[in-house]
């Protein structure tokens, strides 16, 4: 019998492939492979098939799974038997392809004769078939048991590319080397091998070019210089000292972490895209004046602050063609500087998007301002990227989001001149006026075609006339009529002329634009239903709304309002922001508001009624896909004709919040105005672990303060201790301990008074937390203990699990390791039980930490790559550091320095990305000795004391 893992999971049974069933059913058995004669708790199985999201009757299906299993694996004996609460498969390691590949791998790296290394190396690739379990495990289960792996598998090529060196094969090694350091030019073994073989080729200047990748990669990415030996090595190839046989890497490193990603965010280019040939020249002009370094920034404005001429359209447009020139990727966001509600992005919301976009994580995002910008410019230091600022309200407004590096250039749009920016930072002004005659002809023309423009010139000359040269309006109106071509012009000139008083917003004594004319001209050739729908969208406060949301808001299924939106999309009164999602010209949203404004007062109120129930609905589906341990709250029955997003995963859970977070706010401001109390507590809670989780925690505290003054109103008790709670949580994220104890002495009264013992354990829980951070250990170990008994009364298996570890923690710092790792041990096992994959994580931490302070390093640095991949599974970054911080501490006690420096590269390369304080402490490590760097903290506690808190959010079971 063999079982094969790395690639698709595949059954051979006397050499004849036995088929197997659906992905579960591989799934079961590529995890029971994973771990032959090792039991496999049934809960653990049943969390890692269905990915945390088991269908009520999973256990009975895995029985299913496993009887089907027994009978494709018919043998002498059974080989899946039943032990306990959980299942093993009883086969030798060697039948599994996996446990022959790294049993391969470990017996080469021992092995002192390089052809037989060889030999035993190159058995072990042939059996390589893709990633582990491909197309049996998925998601965050599949990243994880894969992460790993790579780096076996990396490890197996740079084996046998040494052994093949060792025997005078380097053109082998040539075959193989070059694209692994492609892939991977921040593991400095394989530079060096490639350096050998190149070197050994006779191509001297391909040796320093493979050293010169990992050089710029180490120095562009982390900062770093080369290690030592890969230094040395360049010297002896400089020199040609001899062969390059030494010096070499012989120790195996851990991967740097891959490259920024590179962000494209601008809106697509208009089509058709008329007229503007001046400005585009002198734009053209501006940023490549002879004799000049390009210019930082180019202010297009319009004249007197007309909205609606086209600076958008020109701007992308213009951006569009210079794309090429900016190979680090563009920036674009809308700042939304004259949204009639005044719901602006700021500049601080505005750095939090252009941060996410540069590959920094959410939860590590500077708190203030100042510090998003010194970021935001760091990370755009060196690089040529193109940055485009739609829609400023003044200068004040984009100061924050000017980078400090003149390789880029900043496009900036306003109805006003900027002219602050312009004396202070050197930006170059282009005042964009309205279009010329010729220009709106040629605009009407690319509309509606030549032909039918010259069949009736008097009445394009008054559509001209009437529009006044603005973009917005010469649009509406042709989109009109291409929609009617039965219909005169001369009648749509007509229309236009006889409407009544401009758009405010559009009146100014030089511009005779009649704007309101053209959209209520469009508004009325609307199909009754979109025009109901256009209507109602006034009463939506964000400026983007989904298919789902606005069908919400006019009660109606989802299906007819993508139609109704298709069809004011094509009159110009909306327009597509992406696939399934709308927006439009703020003075269009100003028109519809008017619009709405004059509506039946108890029918506007059904419909916000509707939308907020949209969001409220959604954003609990999705906190619950967000972490499904969460102790969740229970919302009524949505209204009638409000419909939720169909969110499924993670993911897509994590999308929608993205998305959505001007318009989620906009809609809480919203329910807070008109005093809807419950929805304002309960979207406060379900907005709150995105929130956290994406360091949004200045927002996050708002809106819970919103939430708690809501609950009081309501007389809501619960509700209080809940908000007092999450108001605990962040404060302390902002460093506000002491306000934090404060709360969560109002949430231990409201839950004592309402007799709710498992309330009282979650503020004992995260009392522990902050008092462990505040280095009161005796303390923090009083109120562990406090958990447990409440959890212990309750039955509260999740909260069980996470006092275990909250004690095992306490005990190590307080010098008791034996007594931890008792407490851990049992906290494993319930965590594992019921499958609380972040709880497992956490736990392995304090493993690791209590066998380093007992100093079994062996022991400590397994149970830290225990939680390295559990962290990795659940996109844990900074802890995914610290794990790679403590791993490396363990590899330099034990000598083994090579090691040790690759995995202080990869935590550095993490704490570089977010920003974190700690990459101080990892550059001192991975500095030369000597340096004046200060040394780093002694011990891994000292890391422990920076981290983001513990928080903890036990399911109920």
Not at 48 to 58: C, G, I, Q, T, Y
Not at 310 to 334: C, E, M, Q, S
Not at 487 to 505: C, G, N, T, V
Not at 658 to 671: M, S, W, Y
Request: charged share 20%.
């Amino acid at each position: 019998m063999e079982i094969r893992l790395l690639g698709a999971v595949e059954l051979y049974r006397d050499g004849v492939r036995v088929e197997l069933g659906r992905r579960q059913e591989r799934c079961v058995l590529g995890l029971l492979a994973l771990d032959t004669g090792q039991i496999i708790d049934a809960g653990r199985l049943i969390s890692r098939v269905w990915n945390d999201r088991p269908p009520e009757s999973a256990r009975a299906a895995l029985q299913t799974l496993i009887a089907r299993l027994r009978g494709r694996l018919t043998a002498e004996h059974p080989v899946i038997l039943t032990r306990g609460s959980g299942y093993l498969i009883d086969i030798p390691p060697e039948q599994v392809d996996l446990h022959r590949f790294t049993a391969a791998v470990a017996a080469a790296q021992k092995d002192p004769d390089p052809a037989s290394r060889s030999a035993t190396i190159a058995r072990a690739l042939t059996t390589w078939r893709g990633p582990l379990l491909a197309g049996a495990a998925e998601g965050p289960l599949f990243a994880r048991l894969n992460a790993g792996l790579k780096d076996q598998f990396l490890l197996a090529h740079e084996l046998y590319a040494e052994a093949e060196l060792a025997t005078g094969h380097h053109h082998q090694v040539l075959k193989t080397l070059p694209d692994l350091l492609a892939q991977h030019p921040g593991r400095e073994r394989t530079a060096a091998l490639l350096m050998r073989a190149r070197y050994e080729a006779g191509d001297i200047a391909g040796a320093l070019s493979a050293f010169d990748t990992t050089r710029r990669y180490l120095a562009d990415e982390l900062g770093l210089d080369p290690g030592a030996e890969l230094v040395a090595l360049q010297r002896a190839l400089l020199n040609r000292e001899g062969s390059a046989d030494s010096p070499v890497l012989l120790q195996p490193p851990r991967p740097a972490a891959a490259t920024l990603p590179l962000p494209r965010q601008l809106p697509p280019d208009v089509r058709g895209f008329v007229g503007r040939k001046a400005e585009l020249e002198a734009l053209d002009h501006l940023l490549t004046p002879d004799g000049q370094r390009p210019a930082t920034a180019i202010v297009v404005s319009a004249i007197a602050g007309t909205a609606g001429v086209g600076k958008t359209t020109l701007a992308v447009h213009w951006a569009h063609r210079l794309t090429d020139r900016y190979p680090d990727g563009t920036l674009y966001t809308n700042l939304q500087g004259f949204d009639p509600t005044g719901m602006v992005t700021t500049a601080d919301e505005a750095l939090h998007g252009f941060l996410d976009a540069l590959g920094v994580a959410a939860q590590q995002v500077p708190p203030t301002l100042r510090a998003k910008t010194a970021l935001y410019r760091s990370l755009l230091a060196q690089r040529r990227m193109l940055v485009v600022l739609d829609n400023a309200r003044d200068a004040e407004h984009v100061r924050p989001l000017l980078p400090g590096s003149p390789g880029c250039l900043v496009i900036i749009t306003s109805r006003y001149k900027l002219t602050g920016l312009v004396a202070a930072e050197g930006a170059q002004p282009l005042e964009l006026g309205l279009l010329d005659h010729t220009e709106s002809l040629r605009l009407l023309a690319g509309r509606l075609g030549e032909a039918r423009v010259r069949a009736e010139p008097q009445a394009v000359e008054e559509i001209v006339t009437g529009c006044a040269g603005l973009p917005l309006a010469l649009a509406l109106v042709a989109a009109q009529a291409a929609s009617h071509p039965q219909i005169p012009l001369q009648r749509l000139a007509s229309e236009l002329r006889s409407a009544p008083r401009p758009l405010d917003a559009f009146s100014s004594d030089d511009t005779p634009t009649d704007a309101r004319a053209v959209f209520s001209w469009s508004y009325a050739a609307l199909s009754p239903g979109a025009a109901e729908l256009f209507c109602r969208l006034g009463l939506h406060p964000g400026a983007a709304i989904s298919a789902r949301a606005a069908a919400s808001l006019d009660g109606i299924e989802p299906a007819r309002a993508r139609a109704l939106l298709t069809e004011l999309v094509r009159a110009h009164l909306v327009m597509h922001e992406s696939p399934d999602r709308y927006t439009s010209h703020d003075l269009l949203r100003a028109y519809s508001r008017e619009l709405a404004g004059g509506g039946d007062p108890a029918g506007n109120d059904r419909t916000v009624d509707r939308l907020v129930d949209h969001y409220l609905h959604t954003a609990h589906v999705a906190d619950r896909l967000l972490d499904p341990h969460r102790d969740h709250i229970v919302l009524p029955e949505p209204v009638p004709g409000a419909v939720a997003e169909p969110l499924g995963s993670h993911d897509e859970a994590l999308r929608w919040y993205v998305t959505e977070h001007a318009e989620l706010l906009a809609v809480f401001g919203l329910a807070c105005a008109r005093r809807l109390d419950r929805v304002v507590w309960q979207l406060a809670w379900s907005l709150g672990n995105y929130f956290e989780r994406q360091g949004h925690w200045e927002v996050w505290t708002e809106t819970l303060t919103a939430g708690l003054l809501a609950a009081e109103r309501l007389g809501d008790r619960a509700a209080q201790a809940r908000c007092l709670r999450s108001l605990a949580r962040a404060s302390a994220r902002l460093g506000d301990h002491q306000r934090s104890l404060s709360y969560l002495d109002g949430a231990l009264k409201l839950y004592a008074d309402l007799g709710d013992e498992v309330g009282e354990a979650y503020v004992h829980l995260n009392l522990n937390v902050i008092l462990s951070d505040l280095r009161r250990y005796d303390h923090s170990l009083s109120c562990a203990q406090q958990a447990l008994t409440l959890y212990e009364k309750a039955g509260h298996q999740a909260g069980l699990a996470l006092a275990l570890n909250a004690l095992g923690w306490c005990h190590a710092q307080l010098g008791n390791p034996a007594a931890a790792l008792e407490h851990c041990q049992r906290s494993l096992d319930l965590h594992q039980r019921i499958g609380h994959t972040a709880g497992e994580a956490d736990t392995w931490d304090s493993v690791g930490y209590a066998y380093r302070a007992m100093g079994d390093l062996p022991h400590a640095a397994a149970a830290y790559r225990q939680a390295l991949g559990l962290f990795h599974e659940l996109g844990d970054r900074y802890n995914q550091a610290t794990a790679h911080i403590c791993v490396g501490d363990i590899e330099q006690a034990c000598g083994r320095t090579t090691e040790a420096r690759q995995s202080w590269i990869s935590a550095l390369a993490i704490l570089r990305e977010l920003s974190h304080p700690d990459t101080e402490a990892v550059r001192a490590r991975l500095a030369p000795r000597g340096s004046d760097v200060a040394p780093p903290p002694a011990d891994h506690e000292a890391l422990s004391r920076r981290r983001a808190a513990r928080w903890v959010t036990p399911r109920h079971t």
